[in-house]
DNA sequence: CCGCATCCTCATGGATACTG
DNA sequence: CAGTATCCATGAGGATGCGG
């Protein structure tokens, strides 16, 4: 993309993350650092030589690395630390996005690990906690777990330890519990809990 | 620009704001409501039926409204309330550009008013203040007011009451202060002071 | 004047096939 | 597996025109 040459920093910030796809890759690796294939699979839509150009452009302007793994072969990209602060914008433009979710998914392609991205971006502002629970979300399969503690929410993929319940909902109703405008009352018949529904409360509630 | 066709809420966001000059345009609007000549000077390099399409677009999707003014000729461009809580991730974005922006203009561009919104957005967050004080900062012939309360900073036009000090640097220079990479104690030749230096201090200061 | 619409040119994006 | 190469469609940029 052409600069904007604006002494701005929104304008120059988006000279470099303004790139269509751009921040979609970052989304990308904001969940975990990936392989090509892997950031292939997880950006439904790209063309393969536009994916090549953006990892080189974020690369040179230091968002993004090349990682070589310890087993030789393959690389792997991530975020540099400046391009790992990218988070708090891009968890401000899910947030703002809210509105547009909640319509539901109307045919478009989605992926579990989406979804997390979008809990921690709701979740995290209100340090909710007085109590400490962890809560699995299934969908599509996969399975996201949410640990609230004093200290605030983590998101992430499921580790495998004790949990104290388990939802099974579609992406649209835990979007609308998590933004706060579904209550869990309501919604008998589209939420299966399994488990303890006090540790579900303290999470997704009002 | 062609959705990105996935249920993820950055991606929703950027089929509204991704378009090349649409955040530009909120940023503007962030600053103030403005008519289109205000508009197309306020976004150096945009051609003109471009910004026609793009204020079309963000009307349509429930971003920015027109207005019209008691004099009764001509249109104010405004934000809505969901376009205004654009402000967050905008921010955000400007917090995250400023280690390009403290290298400097290099021939780009430059307003005022820009300024004005990169300090709200670098003093929004520490919610500074024991002490009240008002500063006002003069670039480029404008003076953009700052006001410290206990309740946050306030960032805007020079309402015209008294000022506790008033400040003239470069912009890089003050954004480097707001930023906190930079001391007021190291730049003596750099920034010229009159009043109190204490309440320059207060706000701009480690 | 202000608020756009039209026209043209060129850069960028998108889809597919192919390669070290 | 990790990209290039190629070709076509779309969109940006710039100049200019035009109605209220």
Redesign the pocket.
Known sequence: ??SYRQYCGLARALDIVG???NLLIVRQLLIAPA???ELLGGLP??????L??R??DLETEGVIE?RLPDTGN??IYALTDWGAALREPVEGLIRWSTPLMIRGADGDQFRPHWLGLALSALLTPRARGNRSASVGIVVDGETIQLRVERTGVKVGPHDGRNLDATVHADPQIILGLAAGVLSIDDLDALIDIQGDKAAVRAILGA
């Open positions: 993309m052409r790139d269509r796809w392989r090509y294939q839509g790209i063309a393969t030589n536009l090549a150009d990892l080189r090349r393959g690389i």
